[in-house]
């Protein structure tokens, strides 16, 4: 007897995005680093010292223009779109969850408005003004620190290249960057569904979910032994978790908690649910 296909959990999905996204960074590490060390070799020097003057300083407020044309120019707005098709394939496996634990329907109409917040948080972050405050921002001032201190060229082109291409010790900046924000942002998309699925159909518990790992935070060990969650507990379960673990977000309430969860980058879920009366 054929055996029947295992359906695909949240963390297939969110993997497959993952490692595509990730990917396409890696790829485009080293023609940024190339891009941005050819820009600033235009820089007016003097005995290879970078010069304060007005031709330098607008070199560098002139930035990120040149990594959102490279990022276009290599294709990565392409990738960010593909990317954001993972928000899609979290909705149907909302809907199929929730048609399996509840017996509930959940249509388009409900579920839109809040994939569409979720989209435009990380529009903003991937290449808005995320990624001008975590990317660019710290390219700049190394620049203008330059500029300002009379630093020399060869010096700023080996800081910026540490600072963008990847080693076996750390990821550069760009990657970083990418991997915390497509860890978060499905997860938190789910939550946030979670959330207002609870609410709308006045479900009473949460089913949390999710593997182990060696590292995994105190509440989240917690919350997964005692698997099923009543809404009324919530307020107290936050309270221990402050007291007794790790790593739980500043202001997580009851009313966030399906979102924050266990914390920064939590893998879990918090799938609402009807609690077995005894």
Same mark, same amino acid.
């Given at each position: 007897?054929?055996?029947?296909? @295992?359906?695909? *959990?949240?963390?297939? =999905?969110?993997?497959?995005?993952?490692?595509?996204?990730?990917?396409?960074?890696?790829?485009?590490?080293?023609?940024?680093?190339? *891009?941005?060390?050819?820009?600033?070799?235009?820089?007016?020097?003097?005995? %290879?010292?970078?010069?304060?003057?007005?031709? !330098? *300083?607008?070199? &560098?407020?002139?930035?990120?223009?040149?990594?959102?044309?490279?990022?276009?120019?290599?294709?990565?707005?392409?990738? =960010?779109?593909?990317? $954001? +098709?993972?928000?899609?394939?979290? +909705?149907?496996?909302?809907?199929?969850?929730?048609?399996?634990?509840?017996?509930?329907?959940?249509? !388009?109409?409900?579920?839109?408005?809040?994939?569409? &917040?979720?989209?435009?948080?990380?529009?903003?972050?991937? &290449?808005?003004?995320?990624?001008?405050? =975590?990317?660019?921002?710290?390219?700049?001032?190394?620049?203008?620190?330059?500029?300002?201190?009379?630093?020399?060229?060869?010096?700023?082109?080996?800081? $910026?290249? %540490?600072? =963008?291409?990847?080693?076996?010790?750390?990821?550069?900046?760009?990657?970083?960057?990418?991997?915390?924000?497509?860890?978060?942002?499905?997860?938190?998309?789910?939550?946030? &569904?979670?959330?207002?699925? @609870?609410?709308?159909?006045?479900?009473?518990?949460?089913?949390?979910?999710?593997?182990?790992?060696?590292?995994?935070?105190?509440?989240?060990?917690?919350?997964?032994?005692?698997?099923?969650?009543?809404?009324?507990?919530?307020?107290?379960?936050?309270?221990?978790?402050?007291?007794?673990?790790?790593?739980?977000?500043?202001?997580? +309430?009851?009313?966030?908690?399906?979102?924050?969860?266990?914390?920064?980058?939590?893998?879990?879920?918090?799938?609402?649910?009807?609690?077995?009366?005894?």
């Amino acid at each position: 007897m054929a055996k029947k296909p @295992q359906k695909r *959990t949240l963390d297939d =999905i969110t993997k497959a995005a993952f490692d595509n996204l990730i990917g396409a960074v890696e790829r485009i590490e080293p023609e940024l680093a190339r *891009t941005l060390l050819d820009y600033i070799a235009q820089m007016d020097t003097q005995g %290879g010292e970078i010069l304060n003057n007005a031709y !330098n *300083t607008q070199l &560098a407020e002139l930035i990120e223009g040149q990594v959102a044309e490279l990022l276009n120019r290599v294709g990565f707005v392409d990738d =960010i779109v593909q990317y $954001l +098709t993972v928000f899609d394939e979290a +909705t149907d496996y909302l809907k199929a969850q929730q048609a399996d634990m509840n017996r509930i329907k959940l249509d !388009n109409a409900f579920l839109n408005p809040i994939k569409a &917040a979720s989209i435009e948080g990380v529009i903003s972050d991937m &290449a808005g003004l995320g990624l001008s405050q =975590i990317v660019i921002k710290p390219v700049r001032d190394i620049l203008t620190r330059a500029i300002l201190g009379g630093g020399f060229l060869g010096d700023v082109q080996k800081e $910026l290249k %540490g600072l =963008i291409l990847t080693d076996p010790q750390r990821a550069g900046i760009l990657k970083k960057h990418y991997i915390q924000i497509s860890r978060d942002a499905v997860g938190q998309y789910v939550g946030r &569904a979670n959330n207002a699925i @609870q609410t709308k159909y006045k479900l009473d518990g949460y089913r949390y979910v999710g593997s182990l790992i060696e590292d995994s935070r105190p509440q989240c060990i917690r919350w997964h032994d005692k698997r099923e969650i009543a809404v009324t507990e919530l307020e107290a379960e936050i309270k221990w978790a402050e007291n007794n673990g790790s790593g739980l977000i500043p202001g997580t +309430t009851p009313s966030n908690w399906p979102e924050l969860r266990g914390g920064y980058n939590c893998r879990h879920e918090a799938i609402p649910i009807r609690l077995k009366k005894d």
